[in-house]
């Protein structure tokens, strides 16, 4: 089945700033790769996702690159603010549905 | 706009005792799945369901049934509760080419 890896498993920015997680997968067969934010005592809710004939999507301060030739996938947030802290976690499936997870990123922004 | 609702939020169970977890949709999503989120583990798949009639296994299945009687409710049974099922419950569904909604989770707890 996919393996995914995510990291880093920790990340603490100063307000403004941007932050960078990356994740790497196995299955090559997979197109699909959503990015979950999940805050404190809620379940995770999808912020943006990319497919595998996409390089790069954007989405205000947020934005998802996938290299498929590598098999990893990044998400980038730009100048950092105390609501993006929460757990993030990458995700990648073959078929838009049974979706193997990392082990997701706790993001601390910092005032 | 429900989305997915589970219940209990919180439970207690002895060692032994059995449990069900209960999910609905009101999205007529045909997709719905069961993971367990334990700490920087991610979540980790248990069960799933493509329609009404139709289950199957994910990664970690041991220890947990499910049915899918009809489209809207996907509950978990848990029969004999033990230490290690101590976890935060999520259910999720999907509909076709459609990103995964999550409940807000159970937290079950088994001493």
């Known amino acids: 089945g996919e393996n995914v890896e995510q990291h880093p498993s920790t990340l603490s920015v100063q307000e403004g700033d941007s932050a960078v997680i990356k994740c790497t997968y196995s299955?090559?067969?997979?197109?699909?790769f959503p990015w979950y934010k999940q805050e404190l005592g809620k379940g995770p809710q999808l912020i943006i996702d990319?497919?595998?004939?996409?390089g790069e999507k954007k989405d205000q301060r947020i934005a998802v690159t996938l290299n498929k030739t590598a098999k990893h996938f990044s998400l980038h947030i730009t100048e950092t603010q105390p609501e993006d802290s929460a757990v993030y976690f990458c995700a990648a499936s073959r078929n838009d549905y049974k979706l193997s997870f990392g082990a997701g990123t706790t993001v601390t922004v910092r005032a | 706009n429900a989305g997915v609702t589970q219940t209990p939020k919180f439970r207690i169970l002895k060692i032994g005792q059995s449990m069900t977890l209960q999910c609905a949709q009101d999205?007529?999503?045909?997709?719905m799945y069961w993971y367990r989120q334990d700490p920087g583990m991610g979540l980790k798949l248990i069960y799933y369901s493509v329609g009404a009639g139709i289950t199957d296994k994910g990664e970690v299945p041991n220890g947990y049934n499910v049915s899918r009687s009809t489209t809207e409710d996907f509950p978990l049974r848990l029969e004999l509760a033990a230490p290690s099922q101590t976890s935060v419950y999520f259910c999720?569904?999907?509909?076709?080419?459609?990103?995964?909604?999550f409940g807000q989770g159970t937290r079950l707890t088994v001493v």
């Open positions: 999720a569904s999907t509909g076709e080419g459609t990103e995964a909604f």
């Open positions: 299955d090559s067969a997979s197109n699909y």
């Open positions: 999205m007529n999503h045909n997709y």
């Open positions: 990319i497919r595998s004939n996409v």
